[in-house]
T-cell receptor, first 115, second 113 residues
């Protein structure tokens, strides 16, 4: 079974600063994908970034980057130059690339960006 | 193009009643997923459809929960004899194939009184 752990229930960051949201995962499979989703107060889940277990380089998407440390089983999300609109819940998730296709989610981190 | 849509956006029902929740996936997406999100928690997988293959029902919490999908189109999640613990947001997601990123709908907030 897969497990995702997000140890930060809430985080504060000043506008324009960078912030790191932690995520560790547990699986015995070698082929998997790691995802980050943003959930604003409106409730919709917005896909941010994806990292495959065989990808050698860390994924980046605009202001989002994924700090993937395979040996430590961590997949932290880094948001650079935070904006007020980044205030939301952030969920880390993983999915096996073979077998079960469903996403396993962590409990989330609530990020608040302060002006 | 249009994203995943779900209806209704909100549903209030009385304990013991049956409810049906609808999901319209992105056109052309062969994979469809249902998840449940209880207040303040992460998402729990319920059921997964991929094309004409048998659905993966491993996440359904009880036999009161069922879902159907016709081909690669609309899916309906049915909860029979609703209980108060069924109160949650029910989210649907679709992806082009089972290996691709899942895109979520806005969810249906179910409240069981």
């Amino acid at each position: 079974a897969q497990k995702i752990t997000q140890t930060q229930p809430g985080m504060f960051v000043q506008e324009k600063e960078a912030v790191t949201l932690d995520c560790t995962y547990d699986t015995s499979d070698q082929s998997y994908g790691l995802f980050w989703y943003k959930q604003p107060s409106s409730g919709e889940m917005i896909f941010l970034i994806y990292q495959g277990s065989y990808d050698e380089q860390n994924a980046t998407e605009g202001r989002y980057s994924l700090n993937f440390q395979k040996a430590r089983k961590s997949a932290n999300l880094v948001i650079s130059a935070s904006q007020l609109g980044d205030s939301a819940m952030y969920f880390c998730a993983m999915r096996l690339l073979t077998g079960r296709r469903a996403l396993t989610f962590g409990s989330g981190t609530r990020l608040q960006v302060q002006p | 193009g249009a994203g995943v849509s779900q209806s209704p956006s909100n549903k209030v029902t009385e304990k013991g009643k049956d409810v049906e929740l609808r999901c319209d996936p992105i056109s052309g997406h062969t994979a469809l997923y249902w998840y449940r999100q209880r207040l303040g928690q992460g998402l729990e997988f319920l059921i997964y459809f991929q094309g004409n293959s048998a659905p993966d029902k491993s996440g359904l919490p009880s036999d009161r929960f069922s879902a159907e999908r016709t081909g690669e189109s609309v899916s309906t999640l049915t909860i029979q004899r609703t209980q108060q613990e069924d109160s949650a947001v029910y989210l649907c997601a679709s992806s082009p194939t089972h290996t691709d990123t899942q895109y979520f709908g806005p969810g249906t907030r179910l409240t069981v009184l």
